[in-house]
């Protein structure tokens, strides 16, 4: 047994290690260098905070789809509430001028709600309609990016015109650099917290032990009378908004306004974040930053080395791959059983 | 004369448990020998080893004096040995005739040769008196004819032994009375058959002999003379069984009334066709039926899990009545369900007990305040309440899925039935269970009625309706008849019900 597991995490590894650098080669590129600057980038001063900035909404999202993976839904729509959320914290920005600290609260809860509206209307028509969440959300999320780019070209217009972006949100709703000289803002205690809160509902409260039993065996569900139909509405509704609350701690830490193509991807790298952590709220923390790495090393690699950009998305792509499969050979907890 | 299989000290050890132990064991052509013992005996990993589904830690398996290296299924097809599955292995959504393929794939020009295997399987069908639609899903079959599918991919390899794997324990009698009838036909013919179950009639109704089990080991024989049988159990339980509970309480009010009740299965068809009966507090009513005609539905609905098309459910308990039913409501005021499949429905099988207690116990107070779980709280019941009931756990954070078929149904069983429970909906309670948790089950039943409950009792073991229940309804089709007294009705009577057009 021993033996088989070796030899499976050597393959894994193996796996892991020579499809990207195949890739690499076919590039013109040597893929020891790739890998060393890709690393160098990532634990470097500069690169650190990036991979920070990035696995922020990695985690939000994550968290959003971990969540709803829990009650066995499948939430894809993570670009499209993150969206929804940045809109309507922007939306209502101008209000909190002159509020401090509660107008960001009040800024970041409207970024949920945002993202919220939009997850609990998927979960109503897959109730309603049996509608299939999955195809839902992905459909909406071109829904919010044409949204958005209207938006931008029109009601919420920058005044000054040179971009097609929104108006700037007032300083208030502006979440603060907490490293000087880099971008690593705020919002990292905002996605650390949520991190708490998840496994705390998640372990601690009805709801969470209501969905994760829809989502490990739907028929116990109905036998202990939950009322499944608003369950999935609720849990839809949280997933969304934490995708939503990404949208606003987007714009608050970086942006500070809408733009189009903002957040680009986050989604469905969250979906794999949260696969890879098992669902587990302590471990997307840690997922998330994996994908930081790959996020802000791109641009690195792009730079330094030429690189073309998609190539970073089949590193990523093996690495999803890799990871999924380690299950394969480490020994599970239920091995003895 | 030579043994056509024997087994010499198999041992199997699973971490810590040795599901078998030093275990030998033969038999000889044209021999029926029946292996009994509770839940978790080895009979199981005893015939699967036989089989080549898994390989023994040690000991040698023998056809015809002939040492044989059992390392897979195709060994064992090999030797002859056929084994049918408790569980049974089919794809669903395939039809008969391809599922009998996949198990014997004749390849023409690199292409499944459907047309020279037909005849085969044919035949064996014909064998078996039955007459199979080859091109129809095997979704749409019945227990009973995924059973037969079994049995013609079992036989058509012509083996010299067949195994069998609890096959009794989902059929209705008709059917088994069929199966078993089909065993002794095959026995003329030479067959070997090793037949596993848990009752005791199956037995003496077609072995020549059976080999007890019990903790892994094989502790003793019996060659099933009638006036041997309570040695026999004493044998399989390794003490005397608990005696039956015959107490009666008086019979009360009606506690549940059911008027032209109508309910649809998922795909829209009519499962109960305007059903009316009433259910009083200190009797038990059985439920009997061939399985797949409306009853679990009608469990369903009367469980608040299933909607009502039309007609009506008075629950004499209900405060307000038919106001917010749903199965947590009822569950409160004193409707106690035993779902007939635990892991589909009566537990979360990843879930640790401590979780699973709390499945059907939310609206309880002291479990939970203001929407967060007390699980220490929930633990300690969980803990008493394994204790009180002998639910054989390490704790209650072990996993439901770690424990045995019998614990797994004590466990629900002790969840749902307290002091509060006024009926009782109970969907086969005793299914699949050895004859000791049987037998604690049943007398859990009977005291409940002594106390004064309602009990709707569903089962497909007749001779348990007959022991237990004071009035009993059939279900065919949708339709229900009686409920009528059982000392007024016969088990061909009921027998005939089931099965009338």
């Not at chain 1, 998840?198 to 372990?203: D, G, K, L, P």
């Not at chain 2, 971490?15 to 080895?42: M, T, Y």
């Not at chain 2, 609905?301 to 004499?316: C, D, F, H, N, T």
Request: charge should be positive.
């Amino acid at each position: 047994m021993i033996r088989m597991r070796v030899v499976r995490l050597g393959l894994i590894l193996g796996f892991a290690a020579l499809v990207p650098s195949l890739f690499v080669l076919l590039a013109g590129q040597n893929p020891w260098r790739v890998f060393t600057t890709l690393l160098l980038y990532a634990l470097g001063p500069q690169g650190r905070s990036e991979v920070l900035v990035h696995a922020i909404p990695l985690t939000l999202i994550g968290l959003g789809v971990a969540f709803a993976l829990r009650a066995g839904l499948f939430n894809i729509g993570g670009d499209g509430q993150l969206i929804a959320g940045a809109v309507l914290s922007v939306f209502f920005a101008p209000y909190f001028a002159g509020s401090g600290i509660a107008g960001l609260v009040a800024f970041l809860m409207f970024g949920f709600a945002g993202g919220a509206a939009l997850g609990a209307f998927v979960g109503y028509l897959r109730e309603r309609f049996n509608a299939s969440e999955i195809i839902v959300t992905i459909m909406l999320n071109y829904v919010a990016v044409q949204m958005v780019s209207y938006l931008i070209r029109g009601p919420m217009e920058d005044p000054l015109r040179f971009f097609p972006r929104s108006y700037a949100i007032p300083a208030d709703a502006v979440l603060p650099v907490i490293v000087q000289g880099t971008r690593l803002h705020a919002g990292l205690i905002v996605a650390l917290l949520m991190v708490v809160l998840f496994a705390v509902v998640q372990r601690q409260t009805v709801l969470g032990f209501q969905s994760s039993v829809v989502g490990a065996n739907p028929g116990a569900a109905a036998y202990a009378g939950f009322r499944v139909k608003m369950l999935t509405i609720i849990v839809m509704a949280i997933s969304g908004g934490l995708a939503g609350l990404a949208g606003a701690v987007e714009v608050g830490g970086i942006y500070q306004r809408i733009e189009d193509n903002m957040g680009e991807g986050f989604g469905l790298a969250a979906i794999a974040v949260a696969l890879i952590a098992r669902l587990e709220a302590a471990a997307i923390p840690f997922a998330a930053c994996l994908f930081g790495i790959f996020f802000a090393g791109a641009g690195a690699l792009q730079r330094e080395l030429a690189l073309p950009f998609p190539l970073v998305w089949i590193v990523e792509a093996t690495v999803i791959f890799a990871v999924s499969a380690l299950h394969w050979a480490m020994p599970s907890r239920k091995a003895d059983a | 004369m030579t043994p056509l299989l024997e087994a010499r000290g198999l041992t199997k050890s699973y971490g810590h448990l040795r599901a078998n132990d030093d275990v030998s064991f033969s038999i000889f052509p044209g021999e029926i020998v029946g292996i009994v013992g509770e839940n978790g005996a080895g009979k199981s990993t005893l015939v699967k080893m036989l089989g080549g589904a898994i390989a023994p830690d040690s000991g040698d398996v023998y056809i015809a004096g002939e040492r044989i290296a059992m390392r897979s299924p195709a060994d064992a097809k090999q030797a002859g040995i056929s084994l049918v599955h408790q569980h049974f292995k089919l794809i669903d959504s395939l039809t008969i005739e391809e599922n009998l393929v996949l198990g014997r794939p004749e390849l023409r020009h690199g292409i499944l040769d459907f047309k020279a295997l037909r005849p085969g399987f044919e035949n064996v069908a014909r064998d078996l008196g039955t007459r199979l639609p080859f091109d129809a899903r095997v979704s749409t079959l019945s227990v009973g004819g995924r059973q037969q599918v079994e049995l013609v991919r079992a036989l058509f390899h012509e083996p010299r032994l067949l195994i069998l794997d609890e096959p009794t324990a989902v059929l209705p009698p008709t059917e088994r009375d069929r199966l078993l009838r089909f065993i002794r036909l095959l026995k003329e013919r030479g067959m070997a058959t090793i037949l596993i179950s848990h009752k005791l009639d199956d037995l003496y109704d077609c072995c020549d002999r059976a080999v007890v089990m019990r903790a892994g080991r094989v502790v003793g024989a019996s060659d099933l003379r009638p006036d041997d049988r309570a040695q026999l159990v004493r044998l399989i339980v390794g003490a005397e069984l608990p005696p039956p509970d015959t107490r009666h309480g008086s019979r009360g009010a009606p506690l549940v009334t059911v008027k032209d009740l109508v309910v649809h299965r998922d795909n829209g068809t009519v499962a109960v066709d305007r059903g009316s009966f009433d259910l009083h507090a200190g009797e038990i009513v059985g439920l009997c039926g061939v399985e797949g005609n409306g009853q679990t539905e009608l469990m369903h609905a009367l469980a608040g899990m299933r909607p009502i098309q039309s007609g009506e459910i008075v629950y004499a308990l209900e405060r307000e009545p038919g106001v917010k039913r749903d199965a947590a409501a009822l569950r409160q005021v004193g409707i106690a369900h035993i779902p007939e499949d635990r892991l589909h429905h009566g537990a979360v099988p990843s879930f640790s007990l401590t979780m699973n207690w709390l499945l059907r116990k939310l609206s309880r107070p002291g479990l939970v305040s203001f929407g967060f779980l007390r699980r220490l709280a929930a633990a300690k019941a969980t803990w008493e309440a394994i204790r009180a009931n002998d639910v054989r756990a390490s704790g209650p954070r072990a996993r439901m899925s770690d424990l045995s078929g019998g614990n797994q149904q004590k466990f629900v069983i002790a969840r749902e039935l307290g002091d509060d429970a006024a009926v009782i909906l109970a969907g086969h309670p005793t299914r699949g269970l050895d004859i000791r948790t049987v037998a604690t089950i049943r007398n859990r039943l009977v005291a409940e009625r002594a106390k004064g409950v309602a009990i709707l009792l569903l089962s497909a073991d007749l001779a348990e309706v007959w022991d237990l229940a004071d009035r009993v309804m059939v279900m065919a089709r949708g339709k229900l008849r009686g409920p009528v007294p059982v000392g007024e009705t016969s088990l061909a009577e009921i027998g005939h019900w089931m099965t009338a057009p």
